[in-house]
Nanobody, 124 residues
Framework: QVHLVESGGGLVQAGGSLTVSCVAS????????MGWFRQAPGKDREFVAA????????SYADSVKGRFTISRDNAKSTLYLQMNSLKPEDTALYYC?????????????????WGQGTQVTVSS
């Protein structure tokens, strides 16, 4: 069992920056590829970014490419999402998730463990 806890969400103005974190416990963090997903009110959950166990393979949704950066610190069992040039449409509940698949995946169904989420609100 992997327990994931997100933090760092908040209210930020459009154009601003925010970094959200996800601390993992329960199993060896480096055994898992990780992902960030988000869900806005009334919308389906969507993929944001994913990173493999070493950080050597990364993927982003087109909507965040060039603005968001995913990273991980295996020694601290922590996943990060640095978000720059935030837009009101980035407003959502942001979730981290863990998977044992080889490589990375943008599919939520491939992830076995999920955090409770941290709210990010971008004002215009």
């Amino acid at each position: 069992q992997v327990h994931l806890v997100e933090s760092g969400g908040g209210l930020v103005q459009a154009g601003g920056s925010l970094t959200v974190s996800c601390v993992a416990s329960g199993r060896t963090f480096s055994d898992y590829a990780m992902g960030w997903f988000r869900q806005a009110p009334g919308k389906d959950r969507e993929f944001v970014a994913a990173i493999n166990w070493s950080g050597g393979v990364i993927s982003y949704a087109d909507s965040v490419k060039g603005r968001f950066t995913i990273s991980r610190d295996n020694a601290k069992s922590t996943l990060y999402l640095q978000m720059n040039s935030l837009k009101p449409e980035d407003t959502a509940l942001y979730y981290c998730a863990a998977t044992r698949i080889i490589g990375i995946s943008p599919q939520g169904a491939d992830y076995s463990y999920w955090g409770q989420g941290t709210q990010v609100t971008v004002s215009s």
